[in-house]
């Protein structure tokens, strides 16, 4: 009886001495979450940006997808997205190393005023790359002709940034790129015509305000869904009434400070729309009485133009006041001080 009691207590200490059934494998299955080479392109982006506080996490010793700033794909463990954002003490340009995170498919860099240099060539090489955010840094050059081969690309964001030169021609021959944002720069030259030409019943979103673009609206783009266009802050000049019509998706359009000129009074504007701001152009004819019908509109401004006549009232109208049609030849009616006479 003595012998067996001390067999019982030998079996209770080594069953508590021992970890629970699968722990081992659960602690060895977490240090796999982590792929070689995702783990050694991570690495070597921190060092070539200095080793700093922001990537205190990026320790060898713990898995990459544990790692801060880092998304992994929970079938794979690879390296899928990498955010690094909103840290005025990071410094240095974009690593090369970064084309080592070959399954990556969401980067962004934002609001890290101390990234500067070019775009590198490096991301030439991330060809699974859906999302690219590179926004509000001090990173200049030219916005690279090599962006056209990420194949994959939907959504390009370069806003805020010292990017010179044109909008290369070579996002048109990308197929599923439907929003770009490179507002914010100092872009110069012509709009490529075919730009979003390869979509699909897509809608686009187009953002490019504040830049020193010339030329005019391609013809092309009437046959683009844009859902959203911003031109604003430009030198754009001609006529841009192609991207008005009834049926189309557009919810915002802002073609403000340019020297746009055509008739106001032979489009029809889109029943969506919630924001339509033409100010400062050179705009003429008459304000459409559809105006009124517009059920979302929440913003309306045609101030600073070449309209005359009546200026529609009904709807939501009644909402827009003098500052939305001061300065024009010869507008009339409420709200303006004018009467029609």
């Known amino acids: ?41 991570l690495l070597a982006i921190k060092a070539a940006l200095g080793n700093p506080y922001h990537f205190a996490s990026w320790t060898p010793d713990n898995p990459c997808c544990d790692w801060y700033d880092v998304d992994c794909d929970a079938a794979t463990g690879r390296v899928v997205g990498l955010a690094v954002f909103q840290d005025a003490n ?3 340009t974009i690593p090369d190393a970064i084309a080592g995170l070959v399954h990556l498919q969401n980067l962004m ?7 500067s240099g070019p775009i590198p060539q490096a991301i030439a090489r991330l060809s699974n790359l859906s999302f690219l955010t590179i926004s509000w840094t001090g990173v200049s050059g030219p916005v690279p002709s090599f962006l056209g081969s990420l194949t994959r690309l939907n959504q390009l964001d370069l806003s805020f940034n010292s990017l010179a030169g044109a909008v290369p021609a070579s996002l048109a021959a990308l197929p599923s790129l439907y929003s770009i944002d490179i507002s914010r720069n100092r872009l110069t030259g012509s709009l490529p015509p075919p730009l979003f030409s390869k979509l699909k019943a897509q809608e686009a ?3 490019l305000s504040h830049n020193n673009l010339t030329g005019t609206v391609p013809a092309e783009f009437t ?42 009074s032979t489009v029809e504007l889109p029943e969506q729309l919630i924001s339509l701001d033409l100010s400062h152009n050179a705009i003429y004819g008459g304000i459409p009485a559809q105006v009124a019908n517009l059920t979302n509109l929440q913003f309306f401004n045609v101030s600073y133009n070449r309209l005359c006549g009546a200026v529609p009232t009904g709807g939501n109208t009644a909402s827009f006041d003098a500052s939305s049609y001061q300065h024009n030849r010869c507008l009339c009616g409420t709200p303006l001080a004018d009467p029609c006479k």
């Not at 030998?10 to 059934?21: D, R, T, W």
């Not at 860099?109 to 990234?115: K, Q, T």
């Not at 802050?233 to 841009?240: E, L, Y």
């Open 90 to 92: 990071l410094t240095g």
């Open 223 to 264: 046959a683009v869904a844009f859902a959203q266009v911003d031109l604003s802050r430009n030198a754009f000049a001609g006529d841009a009434s192609g991207l008005f019509g009834r049926a189309k998706p557009v919810q915002q359009m802002d073609l403000s400070r340019n020297a746009f000129r055509f008739n106001l």
């Open 205 to 207: 979103y187009l953002r």
């Open 109 to 115: 860099l934002h609001h890290l005023p101390g990234i």
């Open 1 to 41: 009886m003595k012998m067996m009691r001390s067999f019982i207590f030998v079996l209770l200490f080594l069953a508590a001495a021992s970890p629970p059934a699968g722990a081992s494998a659960d602690s060895s299955s977490k240090q796999d979450r982590c792929h070689s080479g995702d783990k050694a392109a």
